[in-house]
Nanobody, 125 residues
Framework: QVQLVESGGGLVQAGDSLRLSCAAS????????MGWFRQAPGKEREFVAY???????????YYADFVKGRFTISRDNAKNTVLLQMNSLKPEDTAVYYC???????????????WGKGTQVTVSS
């Protein structure tokens, strides 16, 4: 069982930055793929980014096209935390951002087994 708690959301202006954090419980955090999704009002939840667990080849990261070059996902396995650094924020980035975990990664929310409750990000123009 993995419990996830997001933090770091808030109200910012277009062009600003925010860093979201997701704290995970459990002793096997290193083995989980950690993902970020978001859901804007009236829209379906969509994939943002994921980062793989530790392997002999290191970690891999994968991003949705609309955040490439602006968002960076990282993990601190010593602190059981995954971060999402968001730069050059746009009003269309306004959404509730969710942290998720599974063993294999993927871009579909149905592929993830564990979810946090989300943190609101609002970007004003």
């Amino acid at each position: 069982q993995v419990q996830l708690v997001e933090s770091g959301g808030g109200l910012v202006q277009a062009g600003d930055s925010l860093r979201l954090s997701c704290a995970a419980s459990g002793r096997t955090f290193n083995s989980y793929v950690m993902g970020w999704f978001r859901q804007a009002p009236g829209k379906e939840r969509e994939f943002v980014a994921y980062i793989t667990g530790i392997s002999w080849s290191g970690t891999s990261k994968y991003y949705a096209d609309f955040v490439k070059g602006r968002f960076t996902i990282s993990r601190d396995n010593a602190k059981n935390t995954v971060l999402l650094q968001m730069n050059s924020l746009k009003p269309e980035d306004t959404a509730v951002y969710y942290c998720a975990a599974n063993r294999k990664g993927g871009v579909r929310q149905a592929e993830y087994d564990y979810w946090g409750k989300g943190t609101q990000v609002t970007v004003s123009s």
